[in-house]
């Protein structure tokens, strides 16, 4: 690395290390889930000092007067029959600790639920890590806000996910509900079966005094059934299955469902993951302290569970998705003898992880266990620091990783979303009246709309890449570049972007309605789709000619040797082996010379995706897009090779050279 402040990524390091090793006790309350905790102080208490979610201090007038008492003996004084003082003093401390366990799940964990330890066999207070603490605050927020917990966990390597959705759902059978029923499905009936142990365990070692009972609580066979126990003070089932054997778990009546491994579940003609899931999850109600939660470790790309990911993460899902680098695991982490010394031998990747948020001490165990791969990919597979690096894959990054990076610095949410609309969707009327339409969930996204004053020809650029109609096929998606800055040896700007799926001729229009908006701007419209398919018996080509006659502004290819001024053999810019490559390595440019600003968070995720397969073509990784992507690569070949922007006081005025002279006539 050059130019690195050394003094400042030590003086970081610390801060990132100090909050890694702030005091975490779930028995106190100190470093625990929720911002607003309340200090109950109580003198003569078993635990005097205690730090109780806010909640239960508003809500529970025995917390609220004792708050106010500050010992329990002072809350009894004038109340309660001093005669039996000791048996009252039990009763109101164990009154104090059921409470608390109903709004405190990490207080519950540490102080009744017991899991085996990896390491020694041994059995052991269940004290959350922070991977598990940081799942908690995502299942807390929606619990807190009485919604159904909703979520889909990516795994990397062993951290204890799979522990913390159980004992999760034990505290809700346990402590919140009743008759609440509940399944366990893996790819593999023993790893169900293994989950439920963990289940059973915490029940061998559970007060019975919790439950109101003098019997120990246990499982219990319901109606001679091998698959699904009772708790027989709860009345709550448990039921476990296998995606092999799904028969036992189909139609079962559960307000809880933890899936475990989903991505390894087999798919064939008669049974799919999909199937499987919609039959467990049909009859979990949508209701508060329902529970559904889909986990597993990558297994490729493609199949359902990456599909799931993808869609939680577009926020097209039910589902929050969630992810653990393998630096937020405290066990990865090596001590650093001289930070000076290792921050000047750091490369680019070890860079990336520090920007990501790795402390150097994790870092430097990185760089000690990368030596045990003989391919930086495998390594990034086993340890991912991304989902991107979880889901392997088998051909080759075609971005550079840190220049993806440094592409995401400058996207920002935009000023407006809503749509583009005229007097008429098509035609000559498309054109009149344009104006934008702040709607929600709209299409159009602005983060620079255009000055009133049109003094600069050449300044804007869009572009379309067509895709689908349907919602499971690709997104059509058009780009508005801003070249102003290119005019003072500055570089374009992403400033607007509608994406979505719409039938060809109305995209084709809607192109037509932003590009009017943005100053009459050159239209390059990506034509490989529209000249190879038909729309209602007519040759689609017929659409750009008709958008010709009404739009002047129409970008043109012409064969090589043509004078672009020349009638134009075909509109549109055309895709085929040839430009795809100029153009992809032209937007390699692009990033590596820092050559255009970005605003666009899922752009820079498909510059992630994109990747060489192993026949030499280009594309996504299976199950991604890369609709966005190709717009930037052909928006910002167009930026840089058609004339300058300039004032249009400006006449004859030579035009400056494009920084990256590359030219359409050596396709």
């Not at 799942?135 to 799979?162: C, D, H, N, T």
């Not at 690569?633 to 050279?657: D, H």
Request: glycine share 6%; with cysteine.
């Amino acid at each position: 690395m050059e130019n690195v402040d050394i003094e400042n990524i030590i003086k970081e390091n610390a801060r990132r290390l100090s909050l890694i090793s702030a005091p975490y006790n779930p028995v106190t309350g100190e470093g625990c889930c929720g911002k607003d905790r309340v200090l109950l102080s109580l003198s003569d208490a078993p635990i005097i000092r205690q730090y109780i979610p806010k909640k239960m201090a508003e809500e529970v007038e025995l917390i609220r007067r004792l708050l106010h008492c500050g010992s329990i003996g002072e809350y009894m004084s004038g109340i309660f029959d001093q005669s039996d003082e000791e048996w009252v003093f039990e009763q109101i401390w164990k009154k104090i600790v059921e409470i608390r366990i109903r709004y405190d799940f990490e207080f519950w964990a540490s102080m009744f639920a017991v899991i085996k330890d990896k390491q020694s066999d041994k059995d052991i207070p269940f004290i959350l890590n922070r991977p598990q603490r940081r799942l908690l605050r995502v299942f807390e927020e929606m619990r807190e806000q009485e919604k159904p917990v909703r979520a889909i966990l990516l795994k990397a390597r062993q951290w204890g996910g799979s522990t913390f959705i159980q004992m999760y759902m034990a505290w809700i059978q346990l402590v919140h509900r009743r008759n609440w029923n509940s399944v366990i499905c893996a790819h593999l009936k023993d790893s169900a079966a293994n989950i439920k142990g963990m289940y059973a365990k915490l029940l061998e070692n559970y007060p019975t005094w919790l439950l109101g009972t003098d019997e120990p609580a246990k499982f219990q066979p319901y109606e001679r059934s091998t698959n699904t126990s009772v708790i027989k003070h709860t009345g709550c089932r448990v039921t476990i299955g296998s995606a092999e054997t799904p028969e036992s778990i189909r139609g079962a009546d559960a307000a809880m469902a933890h899936l475990s491994e989903v991505a390894f579940w087999p798919s064939t003609r008669q049974k799919s993951p999909e199937q499987l899931i919609r039959s467990v999850c049909g009859s979990v109600a949508l209701l508060p302290y329902s529970v559904v939660v889909l986990e597993s470790t990558a297994n490729g790309t493609g199949n359902y569970f990456h599909r799931e990911c993808e869609r939680a993460k577009r926020g097209e899902s039910d589902k929050q998705f969630v992810f653990v680098p393998w630096y937020e695991i405290d066990m990865y982490s090596s001590p650093v003898g001289n930070y000076e010394s290792f921050i000047k031998t750091m490369n680019d990747y070890e860079y990336f992880l520090w920007e990501r948020g790795a402390t150097l001490e994790a870092i430097h165990w990185y760089r000690q266990k990368r030596k045990e791969y003989s391919e930086h990919a495998d390594m990034m597979a086993e340890y991912p620091s991304d989902d991107v690096e979880a889901f392997t894959y088998s051909g080759e990054r075609v971005f550079d990783v840190k220049q993806v990076q440094r592409l995401r610095k400058n996207c920002v949410e935009p000023e407006f979303v809503g749509e583009v609309y005229g007097k008429s969707m098509c035609g000559k009327e498309a054109l009149t009246d344009l104006r934008l339409s702040a709607e929600q969930g709209g299409l159009l996204s602005v983060w620079a709309k255009p000055p009133d004053a049109n003094n600069i020809r050449n300044r804007y650029v869009t572009v379309v890449d067509i895709g689908g109609r349907s919602e499971k096929a690709d997104y059509s998606v058009i780009v508005v570049f801003d070249r102003y800055w290119m005019m003072y040896g500055g570089v374009p700007e992403v400033v607007a972007q509608w994406r979505g799926h719409i039938d060809h001729d109305l995209l084709a229009w809607k192109a037509v309605q932003i590009a009017s908006f943005y100053h009459r701007s050159l239209l390059v419209i990506e034509s490989n789709t529209l000249e190879t398919e038909n729309t209602d018996g007519e040759h689609s080509e017929y659409i750009l000619d008709t958008i010709a006659s009404v739009y002047d502004r129409l970008y043109a290819r012409a064969p090589t040797g043509q004078v672009r001024a020349s009638p134009p053999s075909r509109w549109g810019f055309h895709m085929n082996r040839s430009t795809k490559t100029l153009v992809i390595n032209h937007q390699i440019n692009m990033l590596r010379e820092d050559g255009y600003i970005e605003r666009d968070m899922l752009a820079c995720y498909e510059h992630d995706v994109f990747e060489k397969k192993p026949n030499g073509s280009f594309g996504a990784m299976d199950g991604h897009h890369d609709d966005v992507l190709i717009t930037r690569c052909i928006g910002n070949y167009v930026c840089y090779t058609e004339p300058l922007p300039a004032l249009t006081e400006e006449r004859g005025k030579k035009k400056e050279a494009s920084r990256f002279p590359l030219s359409e006539a050596s396709f």
